[in-house]
């Protein structure tokens, strides 16, 4: 199977992404199957470097359980926590982690395209607050 | 008489008490500090606060006192390895990329402070605004 692409947008800045389906493929399915995405993300609060949205509804809350799973979200990775409560980017450092410490999620895809463009909008977020994104596949 | 300052945010303005008996020495760095005018940013690490940083407070000569490492809500918290003042508006904790710290503890908001600790929490969503703190005079 040939990789599967998405294409990210925020603020008129476009991104690709590759599907991690050799790391995740339940996930990275479930993820597919949700798109296109037109939402709103926000910054986290406890996790450093990444925004997130929430995927509600649909297939992700199939997904109950971790693939792969991984705490420290390198920067331009895409990952999502199962049973659907949170989809998350990293533009720089990450761990991770609740009010009651560091918890786990599994890596879905990764940005290939635009990269650093891209990293440097969802980083803005910090100070300019929510923005809309749309995902969709790529091929 | 108990040392008060006057925090500003969008327009609404709190007073908070200084902890000078609990934090003498890290509150006499602040309040030699004031005032400050900075940009207040939501935490990224620490929950459900906001900070400034100052930079004339990154000093770790200033004593962790009345130490705290999670903050309540109307809390005032001096990370003095930053220069960090950080504004809970609900459960929050010193921490950063390297894990849990201390804290601090130099002032409490007083009185009616929903609208302060709304006005702390729309950093989160809104993004980052500008922050007042002054000495209260009288």
Redesign the interface.
């Known amino acids: 199977m040939s990789t599967r692409q998405i294409r990210l947008r925020v603020d008129g800045v476009e991104a690709v992404a590759k599907l991690r389906d050799d790391l995740s493929p339940r996930m990275a399915e479930a993820f597919w199957q949700t798109l296109p995405v037109e939402t709103s993300i926000?910054?986290?609060?406890?996790?450093?470097?990444a925004c997130y949205y929430y995927p509600g509804e649909g297939p992700f809350t199939e997904v109950e359980e971790l693939e792969y799973p991984v705490c420290s979200i390198y920067p331009g990775f895409v990952v999502a926590r199962p049973r659907g409560s949170e989809v998350m980017f990293s533009y720089g450092?990450t761990?991770y982690?609740w009010?009651i410490g560091t918890d786990y999620l599994t890596p879905i895809a990764q940005i290939t395209d635009n990269r650093e463009a891209f990293l440097a909008v969802l980083a803005r977020?910090?100070?300019?607050?929510?923005k809309s994104i749309s995902i969709e596949r790529a091929g | 008489m108990a040392k008060l300052i006057e925090i500003t945010i969008d327009g609404e303005t709190t007073v908070a008490r200084l902890h000078e008996e609990a934090a003498p020495n890290a509150v006499a760095r602040f309040w030699e500090a004031l005032p400050i005018d900075e940009?207040l940013?939501?935490?990224?690490?620490?929950?459900?606060a906001s900070y400034v940083l100052v930079d004339s407070l990154r000093d770790e000569a200033i004593p962790l006192e009345n130490r705290v490492s999670f903050y309540q809500p109307g809390a005032i918290c001096l990370r003095p390895e930053h220069g960090e003042i950080a504004f809970s508006y609900g459960?929050a904790?010193a921490?950063d990329?390297r894990g849990n710290h201390w804290a601090a503890h130099i002032a409490t908001v007083e009185g009616d402070t929903a609208g302060y600790l709304k006005a702390i929490a729309r950093?989160?969503?809104?993004?980052?605004r500008a922050i007042t703190i002054k000495r209260r005079e009288g």
């Open positions: 926000s910054h986290a609060m406890w996790t450093g470097s450092p761990e982690r009010n977020m910090h100070d300019e607050g929510d | 940009t940013r939501h935490v990224r690490w620490s929950g459900m459960q904790q921490r990329v950093t989160k969503r809104g993004g980052a």
